[in-house]
């Protein structure tokens, strides 16, 4: 059909003829000439993808981070003063933590582009009157488009002719396929239930039918529900406001130290240029040039042990926010669940649970009979029925589709007011009608039952109540269950649906079961053992949903369906969610599982949210973390979700709430480890301002970048991937505002292990220059009889700084256990990185060129046999205070 001109607005739920008008179309579809210019004019059948951060914006914000702010700062001092040299090493210094940090996080988004695309690449639609194969982001308005079993739909479209089932569980989250007939009468509240239409990104189980389409792409439903995920705006993690915070933290007291002892270098007789030196000294020694890379380099790590356990991480910090996690909001379909149905009970019209019966025979033959699904080689079919069909082929009863489709002599699909299907079919000679369907619908059609040897006998008032308490019991399990029956037509065959639907034989009742899957409990268990709260929030039946939830270990207070939800004044879903109970959310629009998201992060939880459907992308934005599945998900919920899990399993979270408490425990580790040197660096200097300039600088500006570039790097990495802690699993989750540093952490760092250091690292200095025969006021510079004595000195404070990080590192490894309780060789990265510092520190001081670039000397082995028990004492002390706070931790209130 060749139209022209601007397609009308037009409303799918009207009638046929006025849609078809409206969109200008016809059953035998447009021209390919008209499809061409709607696809010019409207645009591909494509969703809108949110915009990623250009590459070269990422690498800038790299370069312009607090920390890399202040090593510019000391980049420029340097050159000022003349200490050209010393300038191109900060740069250098700035470059690779920028490219570090840059190559990480590109590397994790391209990891989850990998996953590939979830809309059809092509549909088949009629074009012209005929058959064409086209391009799904080819579709338009208009378009006739033909939709078979197993096919997943390119876009919106209302139903022309046919039938066919369809699962909505993308967009509903009912695991349970939907009926949709072109003649069914359409008296549906929304139009998601209505019976007449069909949307992208569903797919159809069973049957067959022509559909005109009314929406494409950002039009459509799915489209709506990714532009409402658009709108939701995405905060910074906790983990990226606390280096945040940090990073400010120490950019003021770095340049706070810096001009407050710049006159007290000026005081002391230097000359403005040295005074710039010293200033530069100061800020270096402030500033953890290792931070960034150990920070980027840990979450790293934390994203690759996700990865090993079927998790792909987007953002690197999204490690650290899963460890922060106290509610997961969990979906139930395809998270929870397996989502295959699943047969779990079989009773026979007498109530009986034998597998060996005759009415169980009967039974399984009937469900094989009335079935349209496939089991052979790639499942096609409703899953209920594939379920069906899977049990039949276990109980020793297998029907080739081939055989059965022959042997078939009428259907009568599935029909949602009569709530039943049968089919009509010569066995053996013999016609005989099978039906299932929904109990209240077929038992009241039977008037006989088999007893326990298979004979037919007439189904009593007793019997048929005796069938419904049954059929009562499964349901209140949570079960879907279907009644089946079968009767022998003697008279040709039924002219008609309603005569050949009576007076059936029942043969029992299937209960089938969407499962748990069975590692979910566990990961239940795990999530209450670490103060986690686990709500369901699902678009599935409440009932259902909560024999799940209670199955998997979740403790139901609580069941509020969307209607219900929706009537709650916000202060009162506050309240509910602001408790202990867990609650399952049933029959849950996007925005209800959005605001169930807000409604927790305003209660302070740190909320993850998981899910599979277009539905549940809005949340997964809003939601602290979102973690959408990656087999079975869809595009738009693995756009929105910060996590991806690669195997569907509800367990990777628990593993991931694990790792993530690792690894934020592991970066408070290597924080400590790094500011505990910021003392003994900062102290030399202070010793010489405040004295004068009679103490010469104990430790020059380029010995501390080799201390925290290269001495302390290696050790602060290996800390990053220190095994847990005992116990990390059974603490409670820390608060949204608890930061990485606390005041324990600072006092570990700058009173113990910190001051004790800055208290060892000076005895060398003194011993050297006082055995050389120094005076206070001595002069030490170049050409002096003291210089080399002094070069010596320097350099036993650079190596007194480096044994002691020996200490703080094997200290650092523990925030409240002792030493012993993770063993002193558990951690062997550490112990590589150990020896790569005594092996570096070693070169710095004993090879000719590096003693010209960094002013160091030979030391003699006295001077070292001096410092051997330094990393003894400094992780002595550190491990006696922790010792007291277990002690008086264990004690309690007295």
Not at 366 to 381: K, Q
Not at 816 to 842: C, K, M, P, Q
Request: with cysteine; net charge neutral.
């Amino acid at each position: 059909m060749t139209v022209s001109g601007t397609v009308e607005s037009a409303d799918p739920r009207g009638p046929v003829a006025t849609l078809l008008r409206d969109l200008r179309s016809g059953a035998e579809g447009l021209s390919v000439r008209e499809a061409q210019r709607r696809l010019h004019v409207h645009g591909p059948n494509e969703l809108p993808r949110r915009g990623t951060r250009r590459w070269w914006k990422e690498l800038v914000r790299q370069f312009t981070h607090p920390l890399a702010l202040l090593l510019w700062a000391a980049a420029v001092l340097a050159v000022v003063s003349g200490a050209t040299p010393l300038s191109i090493a900060i740069l250098v210094v700035i470059v690779l933590n920028a490219v570090l940090a840059f190559v990480q996080e590109r590397h994790a988004e391209h990891a989850v582009e990998a996953l590939g695309q979830y809309l059809p690449q092509r549909a088949w639609v009629i074009r012209g009157g005929h058959r064409h194969q086209v391009p799904a982001r080819e579709l338009v308005r208009g378009d006739v488009l033909l939709i078979d079993e197993g096919d997943r739909i390119s876009a919106d479209a209302r139903l022309l002719s046919g039938s066919i089932e369809v699962d909505m569980s993308a967009l509903t989250g009912e695991s349970v396929s939907v009926p949709r007939g072109a003649d069914f009468v359409d008296d549906a509240s929304r139009a998601l239930d209505s019976p007449v239409l069909v949307f992208s990104g569903t797919v159809c189980t069973a049957g067959s039918a022509r559909a005109v389409v009314h929406s494409t792409g950002a039009r459509t439903e799915i489209g709506r529900i990714a532009a409402l995920s658009e709108r939701v705006h995405v905060d910074e993690s906790p983990l990226e406001r606390q280096v945040r915070r940090v990073a400010w933290l120490i950019a003021a007291v770095a340049v706070a130290a810096g001009v407050a002892f710049l006159p007290l270098g000026l005081v002391a007789g230097l000359t403005l240029s040295t005074a710039f030196v010293f200033a530069i000294g100061l800020l270096v020694a402030n500033v953890p040039e290792g931070l960034l890379p150990t920070i980027t380099l840990a979450l790293a790590v934390g994203v690759r042990s996700m990865a090993k356990r079927g998790a792909v991480v987007k953002r690197l910090s999204a490690v650290e926010t899963l460890g922060a996690t106290t509610v997961i909001c969990t979906d139930k379909t395809g998270t929870l669940t397996a989502n295959s149905m699943r047969v779990v009970t079989v009773r026979s019209g007498l109530g009986l649970c034998s597998t060996e019966s005759p009415a169980e025979h009967a039974l399984v033959a009937a469900v094989v009979r009335c079935s349209t699904a496939d089991l052979a080689g790639e499942a096609v079919g409703d899953p209920t029925e594939l379920a069906l069909l899977a049990h039949a082929r276990n109980a020793g009863t297998d029907l080739d589709t081939e055989t059965r489709d022959r042997e078939r002599l009428a259907l009568y699909r599935f029909d949602p007011r009569l709530k039943r299907m049968s089919t009509v079919d010569s066995v053996g000679g013999v016609v005989r009608v099978h039906v299932k369907g929904a109990p209240e619908e077929v038992l009241p059609r039977c008037v006989t039952t088999l007893d326990e040897a298979g004979t037919e006998v007439p189904l009593s008032e007793h019997e048929r109540a005796s069938a419904e308490r049954v059929v009562e019991e499964m349901t209140a399990r949570g079960l879907r269950v279907l009644a089946v029956a079968h009767r022998v037509w003697t008279r040709g065959t039924p002219q008609d649906r309603e005569q050949a639907e009576r007076d059936l034989c029942l043969l029992g009742v299937v209960g089938l079961l969407d499962p748990p899957r069975p590692e979910v409990a566990a990961a239940v268990k795990a999530c209450h053992e670490a103060g986690v709260t686990v709500h369901v929030v699902t678009g599935d039946n409440g009932r259902t949903a909560a024999e799940i939830a209670r199955q998997v270990g979740i403790r139901v207070a609580r069941v509020i369906d969307g209607e219900e939800l929706d009537a709650l004044p916000d202060r009162e879903l506050d309240r509910l969610l602001g408790g202990d109970a867990e609650i399952v959310f049933s029959r849950a629009a996007p925005e209800a599982k959005l605001r169930i998201a807000d409604a927790l992060r305003h209660n302070g939880e740190v909320v993850a949210m998981t899910g599979d459907g277009v539905n549940d992308a809005p949340a997964l934005r809003r939601a602290d973390i979102g973690v959408a599945m990656g087999v079975s998900g869809t595009d738009v919920a693995r756009e929105a979700a910060t996590v991806v899990l690669t195997d569907d399993n509800f367990a990777t979270i628990v593993a991931g709430v694990r790792e993530g408490r690792r690894v934020f425990d592991n970066v408070r580790k290597f924080v400590l480890y790094i500011f505990a040197h910021a003392v003994p660096e900062v102290v030399p200097f202070l010793l010489f301002a405040l004295s004068g300039g009679v103490i010469p600088l104990p430790l020059t500006v380029l010995q501390i970048l080799a201390i925290d570039l290269g001495t302390e790097t290696l050790p602060a990495l290996a800390l990053g991937r220190e095994p847990a802690e005992p116990g990390l699993m059974t603490r409670s989750p820390r608060s949204r505002t608890e930061g990485v540093i606390t005041k324990r952490l600072l006092w570990r760092a700058w009173a113990v292990m910190g001051g004790v250091s800055a208290l060892l690292v000076l005895v060398p200095f003194f011993a050297v220059l006082l055995n050389a025969g120094w005076r206070p006021g001595a002069p030490v510079g170049e050409g002096s009889e003291l210089h080399h004595a002094y070069l010596q000195a320097t350099t036993a404070t650079f190596v007194g700084i480096v044994v002691c990080q020996l200490g703080t590192a094997f200290a650092a490894r523990t925030e409240r256990a002792s030493l012993w309780s993770v063993g002193l060789t558990s951690n062997r990265l550490l112990l590589a990185g150990i020896a790569f510092e005594v092996a570096f520190t070693a070169a710095l001081v004993y090879l000719p060129p590096l003693q010209q670039v960094f002013g160091t000397a030979a030391l003699p082995l006295w001077v070292l046999l001096l410092m051997v028990p330094f990393p003894l004492i400094v992780w002595g002390v550190d491990e006696l205070s922790r010792w007291r706070l277990r002690h008086k931790r264990n004690a309690g209130p007295s």
